[in-house]
Nanobody, 122 residues
């Protein structure tokens, strides 16, 4: 089970941090990812982390502005979003995929959080 939080309204250039707590998972061999979906658009990959050794992956539009990290003790993944732009406005979802191979397609993830709204005003 995944529980996402931390969305909100922020001005362009500002920052937000999203959190996603995972429960009921007994292995460290998995990928935690963030996706986002703007109205009328498909759900797109944002960032992911290979939990057991910390490798991270980013979509080009967010690379250098967003940082994904994990806290093993809390079973929580974070998405630090800096230098936010209006085009970052979307509902953000966390997702989990078993195994060590990173996937960029939403169809490869079976476990999803409920989504949290991020709105960036210009």
């Amino acid at each position: 089970q995944l529980q996402a939080s931390g969305g909100g309204l922020v001005q362009a250039g500002g920052s937000l941090r999203l959190s996603c707590a995972a429960s009921g998972h007994n292995s460290d061999n998995f990928i935690m990812a963030w996706f986002r979906q703007a109205p009328g658009n498909q759900r797109d990959f944002v960032a992911s982390i290979r939990w057991n050794e910390g490798s991270t992956f980013y979509a080009d539009p967010v690379r250098g502005r967003f940082t994904i990290s994990g806290d093993n003790a809390k079973n929580t993944v974070y998405l630090q979003m800096d230098s936010l732009k209006p085009e970052d406005t979307a509902v953000y979802y966390c997702a989990l995929r078993n195994g060590a191979v990173n996937h960029y397609s939403r169809y490869s993830y079976r476990n999803w959080g409920q989504g949290t709204q991020v709105t960036v005003s210009s």
